[in-house]
């Protein structure tokens, strides 16, 4: 590392850390939208390499609360990282990880999130690939013929400015039944999920919200009829979230009906969605795409164990390697005991953050030869441990 020092960046330094961003992502950020686009290094810790006076890496993390299954525990969620091309391959991020590592500890966050860029860097730092989204299309150039009563009550459009106060308790129920979610507050919502129209990069219309009274919405913004090559409007989900399968196949219905548009695009919808089952043509519904979303990193193995709850009750030994955080070491029970007992599983701290929304199958990672198994059937039992009603799900982007 030389020279370089890693240290918290200054208020006084965030028009540097997105000029940093900004050179590392290939982008750029108009005059206009600069100080908008500084809110989420704002509410983050900000942990920066230092060479002399000039930033040469940054990692943002950002206090938030994640939905684990029966737990909402402090998380950082890693966001804004990045290191000057000149200054790759020094170990600078590893610096900065230790740091971040760290001060999670220091703060008793027992988990620590992100959404990679480029996936092979992250299991090294101790994440595992927590959940997967997938990316819907469905043909709705005919009516959705569904097999379920849809929900008759009525729907109504709401502008931006209701959104948060009507679509948080929706929001809040629906992570409590589902783990991988963010909790909300008014900013995350106003500026990480309801984005204007002129804060996107694309020729999509403005953000447009419908609400099934207090049981479920979509987000949504459209595109009409391509003229020039006739390729249908389309309508871009950018979330959807019901308390009943009749809610959900209420919404799929209606943008499904929106005049002008022959095709939904829904680019992360969790991998156990409804919908392919609920048409009464399968085939109008086609999986696209099936992608890596939340890293999970535990940064306290027995406080998250002790959190979680459990499907089954299990007297299992999880013997746990963290060559990062050596506290986590050590033989623990699914209560977050340590024992002595000899171990029915081992694990890498990032396998265990892979398991642990209950979205990756312990029995697939020793297939894989990902994590031994000691004691014959103890994968089926600690996935009938890890077993939750519904797959983890991530559409908070960071
Ligand atoms: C959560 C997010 O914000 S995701 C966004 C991440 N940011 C980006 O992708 C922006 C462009 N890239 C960068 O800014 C930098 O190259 C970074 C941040 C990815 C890496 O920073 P560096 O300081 O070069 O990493 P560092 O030198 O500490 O290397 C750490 C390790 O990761 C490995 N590594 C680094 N980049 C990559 C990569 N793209 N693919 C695979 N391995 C990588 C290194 O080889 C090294 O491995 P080792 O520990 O086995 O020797």
Known sequence: MGDLEIREIPESDLERMLDLANMVFHSRTEDDQRERSLWMPRRSERIGAYEGDTLVGQLGALPMKLAVPGAVPDCSAITWVGVLPTHRRRGVLTAMMERMHADAVEAGRPVAALWASQAGIYGRYGFGLANRSLHLEVDSSRPLALRIEADPRPLRLIGRDQAAEVLGPIHARAIARRPGGLVRDAEWWERAILIPAEE???????????????????????????????????????????????????????????????????????????????????????????????????????????????????????????????????????????????????????????????????????????????????????????????????????
């Open 200 to 398: 996107r990069q694309d020729d999509y219309g403005e953000l447009r919200i419908v609400v099934l009274e207090g049981g479920g919405y979509a987000i949504y913004r459209t595109r009409g009829e391509n003229e020039e090559t006739g390729a249908p409007g389309i309508v871009r989900l950018e979330e959807l979230e019901a308390d009943t399968p009749a809610v959900e196949a209420a919404l799929w219905r209606f943008l499904a009906s929106i005049d002008l548009t022959g095709r939904i695009q829904a680019f992360s919808r969790p991998v156990d969605d409804l919908l392919p089952l609920l048409t009464v043509d399968p085939d109008q519904v086609v999986v696209k795409g099936d992608w890596g979303a939340l890293w999970l990193r535990l940064i306290d193995v027995p406080a998250a164990l002790r959190m979680r709850s459990w499907a089954v009750e299990e007297s299992l030994v999880i013997e746990v390697k963290d060559a990062r955080l050596p506290a986590n070491e050590g033989r623990w029970r699914l209560t977050g005991e340590t024992t002595g007992d000899e171990p029915d599983l081992t694990f890498g701290v990032s396998e265990l953050g892979s398991v642990y929304l209950g979205g990756t199958q312990v029995q697939r990672l020793v297939r894989a030869g990902l994590v031994t198994e000691h004691t014959p059937g103890a994968a089926r039992r600690f996935d009938a441990a890890l077993d939750v009603p519904l797959a983890p799900h991530t559409n908070d982007d960071f």
